[in-house]
């Protein structure tokens, strides 16, 4: 994916291709949903069921609704998501040349490990 330059003001600049774009806007998108989805998750655990009382079977319970796991899903999912997009950035700006590309492939992998690990765990658990 090739960039263009630009100018603004007489003041060249260097415009980001398609998935920067979409990098940046995912950030600013994923930021509300996590603080939305966080706050809820917190009011709901803290002043609902109680920080003393929640357990192994106080989650058990909770996940025999698909909400509650479509939910726990989304929050890890938007959360190490935009953890991850940010680690890329920040990868991207220290990392060179040819080992830039397989530093991100080694990141996606990760990236993706974890989060279908994650999915596993949530999707196919089954209180005993």
Avoid: C
Wanted: aromatic share 18%; hydrophobic share 60%.
């Amino acid at each position: 994916m090739a960039t263009r330059t630009i100018t603004r003001r007489g003041v060249p600049v260097q415009t980001a291709n398609k998935l920067e774009y979409y990098g940046w806007l995912f950030m600013r998108i994923s930021g509300l949903v996590l603080i939305l989805m966080a706050v809820f998750h917190f009011i709901y655990m803290h002043f609902f069921i109680q920080v003393d009382a929640i357990n192994f079977d106080v989650i058990a319970l909770r996940w025999q609704s698909m909400f509650w796991r479509v939910y726990d899903f989304a929050l890890l999912a938007f959360g190490f998501s935009h953890g991850m997009n940010g680690l890329r950035n920040v990868l991207g700006d220290y990392v060179h040349g040819r080992m830039r590309k397989p530093v991100m492939v080694v990141l996606f992998i990760v990236y993706l490990a974890f989060v279908l690990m994650g999915a596993w765990i949530i999707f196919t658990f089954k209180a005993p």
